[in-house]
């Protein structure tokens, strides 16, 4: 298995098509870096499991960490055995060669994993172009390449099924806010169907007829296929032959013979965790999170994650499956340190069902990564007061019975409202994991747009 790096031609000359196999020469910045083979240069993966973390970096995952098992503890992402690191960066909008984005949005690197290509913010698995509202070329995604091996197809996330992350697998759209029918008729009108392009996210992912759907974002879907009309996108999956269900009771019930799409929220799902919003100066008082905030009839990550496999396996062609714990990043944007950690947890046990299902499926691949950092940082906490960081801080008591700081500072300015704005993404290298077929692949420090290839799993040699 070779990993095919696809990046547009950035200035600085980056832009060469790199070939990376499982043994060695991973090219960063010009130079080559050799990596063990581990055995598993011929290996194939039939399933292949995509796990990712929205904006969980390096700080999230050791906040979750520390707050739910304490300084000794880990999580079962830790178990997987082939670690390293990736680099996130986006293009800018412009001519080739690109000039590079450090601080990447999730619509640019989705689209760096999922189709092997650097594109621009905003965009939606299509090639980088002069302007933000200038469609790019349609690139194929990993989960196109999965349908024409024969594969079967799953999407299940936190957020919006229309999100970013979920959205970059099954559409090709020039603006990530393109979302229901009304969403793309107002921002896209070129790309809508009535002006003869692919659609609305909503209507292409029923397009891509994905064989799991399950995820938020019912409002999206309830828009109208036609502006005043009747029918929306609902009517349309069902319609095409997809079974509809709205609660966790209905999910379960759900029987393989159709196509599933589950929409259990009007927009994105509700955070497993709940607490106060961080505070200026001394933080908000030391206290233990909520964890009682989803609703029983909203399924948990863990759960959807189970039910896709429940659905998509035994096939003799194998399965793709992404999963998306999204509102690690939503969390850390509102400056929640509870609802943030709560959610890592939960992608944390929905990484557990994973690997529970790679030990008995050992031909399964997975992968855990993150789309890009964010703000979050542990930092002491200055019972003098003048060493208090100057952005927002949660302070928490961990599983040791001691306080941790949780701080944002990456948005405020120097007006400092009192309640934290929306945080700001980080350009900082994230963490990726794998086990399994050709796992080893992730070892030292790649691209986001590396995966592409290992994600394909076997589907390249049909």
């Known amino acids: 298995m070779s990993i095919r790096k696809r990046v547009p031609a950035v200035a600085g000359g980056l832009g060469a098509v790199v070939l990376l196999g499982l043994a060695a020469n991973f090219a960063i910045g010009g130079q080559h870096y050799n990596t063990p083979s581990h055995s598993q240069k011929s290996a194939k993966a039939h399933n292949v499991i995509m796990l990712l973390g929205d904006g969980m970096g390096v700080s999230e995952v050791t906040a979750a960490r520390y707050y739910q098992y304490g300084a000794d503890g880990r999580m079962n992402m830790d178990k997987l055995p082939f ?49 933000d509202t200038v469609p790019g070329d349609n690139l194929e995604t990993v989960l196109e390449v999965a349908r024409k091996a024969g594969k079967k197809t799953g999407n299940v996330t936190t957020a919006e099924l229309t999100d970013a992350t979920p959205a970059v697998l099954d559409s090709h759209i020039s603006l990530r806010g393109c979302q229901g029918p009304n969403d793309a008729r107002a921002t896209c009108p070129l790309e809508t169907k009535a002006a003869g392009g692919p659609g609305s996210i909503t209507e292409q992912t029923i397009d891509h007829k994905v064989d799991v759907l399950l995820g938020g974002g019912r409002a999206r879907f309830e828009q109208p296929l036609v502006a005043g009309g009747t029918t929306n996108v609902v009517d349309y999956a069902k319609a095409k032959g997809y079974q509809y269900v709205t609660d966790a009771t209905s999910m379960e019930a759900a029987k393989s013979n159709k196509p599933l799409l589950g929409l259990f929220t009007p927009v994105n799902m509700t955070t497993e965790w709940s607490g106060p919003v961080a505070l200026q100066g001394d933080g908000t008082p030391p206290q233990r999170c909520v964890t009682t905030n989803r609703p029983p009839a909203e399924p948990s990550l863990a759960a959807m994650t189970t039910k896709a496999l429940s659905l998509l396996q035994g096939d003799k062609d194998g399965f793709f499956l992404q999963v998306e714990g999204a509102s690690i990043d939503k969390q850390d944007h509102a400056a929640n340190a509870c609802a943030q950690i709560g959610e890592t947890v939960a992608f944390d046990k ?18 855990v990564t993150a789309d890009h950092s964010h703000t979050s940082q542990i930092v002491g906490e200055d019972t003098t007061g003048n060493g208090n960081p100057t952005g927002y801080s949660n302070n928490l008591i961990t599983a040791d019975d001691q306080v941790m700081r949780v701080t944002y500072g990456t948005a405020g300015g120097t007006a400092r409202p009192t309640a934290p704005p929306s945080q700001q993404h980080t350009g900082a290298a994230v963490p990726v994991m794998a086990i399994g077929p050709g796992a080893s692949a992730v070892l030292g420090t790649t691209d986001h747009t590396d995966l592409f290839g290992l994600l394909q799993g076997d589907a390249l040699r049909h």
């Open 83 to 131: 670690t390293g690191f990736q680099t996130t960066w986006s293009v800018k909008p412009g001519f080739a060669p690109y000039k590079p984005d450090y601080d990447p949005d999730s619509a640019s690197t989705g689209t760096m994993w999922a189709t092997g290509a650097k594109t621009i913010d905003e965009r939606i698995s299509q090639g980088p172009s002069s302007a």
């Open 350 to 367: 929905a990484i557990a069902i994973a690997l529970d299902y790679q030990r008995k499926h050992p031909d399964t691949l997975v992968v």
